[in-house]
């Protein structure tokens, strides 16, 4: 492939870039349409890997700039609450800013043992949520439950060693579960089972109903897979 190629997806990073999701499926299709033309699937397949990574990096990215925001906003010299601003400009609710804080503070404070900050930092906000708050509750997490979440694969595993290793509470039976997909839809899981809820409309470009998806899904304990 040529240099090119390393940015088959995003772009150069000197133009602008819209903020709606219409620029990266026209480039999506751009890319699949070149590769089948070429009888080339490797250049499919590395925007796939593009995709990966950038889906990889957009989570814990806010949670920095997020922390680094709050830490900072006294010097911006703005007459108005962080999180208050935050919602006005960008549409993530009070309580959702506060989860990507204390997820990044895990890092800034190297409460995170340095052996495993590669790999949280790899990890989902999903996954980084539980932990994040359990510390801010001023549970401790022993060396052991560290590395067992260093090894947990998703957030059901994740939030099931929270609770039982590090709050020590009793496991619960037949729990419910909610859970997001990346098209919208709401799934509720138990005992093993996945029931159909409905769907969200997360491709709506009006702010009120972008504002109540995020209400939603902070106040009902949906999670994102």
Known sequence: MSNNDDLLLIGNLDQSVPVNGDWAMSRIDEVLKKSLKEKNVD????????????????????AKALYFLQKNWEKYKIDEAFEDYVFDKIG???????????????????????????????????????????????HEISAEAWEKLSEAPDPNTIAKIVREDIKHQPPRSNTLQLYM?????????????RYFVGQLEIYSQEKPIQQAIERILDRSGVMKQ
């Open 181 to 193: 997909d990346r098209e919208g839809n709401i799934w509720a899981f138990q005992s093993d089972i």
């Open 43 to 62: 250049l499919a397949l590395e925007m796939c890997k593009q995709l990966v990574a950038i889906g990889q990096v957009v989570g814990i990215g806010l």
């Open 92 to 138: 993530k609710h009070r309580h959702t800013v506060e989860r990507y804080v204390k997820i990044w503070g895990m890092f800034d404070n190297a409460i995170v043992p340095q052996d495993y900050v590669e790999e949280f930092q790899q990890k989902s906000v999903n996954e980084l949520a539980p932990i994040a708050n359990a510390l801010y509750q001023g």
